[in-house]
């Protein structure tokens, strides 16, 4: 009858609509996960470039307290020299002295 086949189509048609939510929030659902995952790659970008930002920086570092240490070595053993000098001047100068004694006492 007449009102069995429009009760059909009816159906039919509500089925559809009903296949095309479901497919609408299918296609909606796999959006949200690329862009969440899209997302995470950022987000691991950007932590990598950090890290290796740090790396760089703590190299800088690291230079920058080598170059420190080896001047203050630097600095250390001229300072070492200079103190051996010294104290080679005052032995010469000693010598000097005890020399010029001994002449005196030679001349008396």
């Known amino acids: 009858t007449e009102?069995?086949?429009e009760q059909e189509q009816e159906q039919?048609?509500?089925q559809k609509q009903e296949?095309?939510?479901e497919q609408e929030?299918?296609?909606q659902q796999e959006q949200e996960q690329e862009q969440e995952q899209e997302q995470e790659e950022k987000q691991d970008q950007e932590q990598?470039?950090?890290q290796e930002q740090e790396q760089e920086q703590e190299q800088e570092q690291?230079?920058?307290h080598e170059e420190e240490q080896k001047?203050?070595?630097e600095k250390e053993q001229k300072q070492d020299q200079e103190q051996e000098q010294k104290k080679e001047q005052e032995q010469e100068q000693e010598q000097e002295q005890e020399q010029e004694q001994v002449q005196e006492e030679e001349q008396n």
Request: net charge negative.
């Open 3 to 5: 009102q069995e086949q």
């Open 12 to 14: 039919e048609q509500e």
């Open 19 to 21: 296949n095309e939510r």
């Open 25 to 27: 929030q299918e296609q």
């Open 48 to 50: 990598e470039q950090k």
């Open 62 to 64: 690291e230079q920058v």
């Open 71 to 73: 001047q203050e070595q």
